[in-house]
Nanobody, 116 residues
Framework: VQLQASGGGLVQAGGSLRLSCAAS????????MGWFRQAPGKEREYVAS????????SYLDSVKGRFTISRDNAKNTVYLQMTNLKPEDTAVYYC??????????WGQGTQVTVSS
């Protein structure tokens, strides 16, 4: 599975961005798709994930109510709509996929910078 993320950028606090991640290759093996982020000097952390079919969705507590994950199975693409962005959301965002156990494949990352 290959993942191509896009949509990052520079935005002021309170602004919005939408990240996209398109999967290619053995997409039939994907059980769930997710987003992670890594801020400078910090470990990578889980942000959100969505299971095929979109029934099961989960979020990091600090982004609940501000971020929305969605998935277009026909396009093998996962989105992360981010609203009311805060400076602490600044990080490199990565998409990933899992076949059900570990996160197996990772995209290249896209930078999100939120200015105060």
């Amino acid at each position: 599975v290959q993942l191509q993320a896009s949509g990052g950028g520079l935005v002021q606090a309170g602004g919005s961005l939408r990240l996209s991640c398109a999967a290619s290759g053995r997409t039939e093996s994907i059980y769930a798709m997710g987003w992670f982020r890594q801020a400078p000097g910090k470990e990578r952390e889980y942000v959100a994930s969505i299971v095929r079919g979109g029934v099961t969705i989960s979020y990091l507590d600090s982004v609940k109510g501000r971020f929305t994950i969605s998935r277009d199975n026909a396009k093998n693409t996962v989105y992360l709509q981010m609203t009311n962005l805060k400076p602490e959301d600044t990080a490199v965002y990565y998409c990933a996929t899992t076949q059900g156990s570990s996160w197996d494949y990772w995209g290249q990352g896209t930078q999100v910078t939120v200015s105060s």
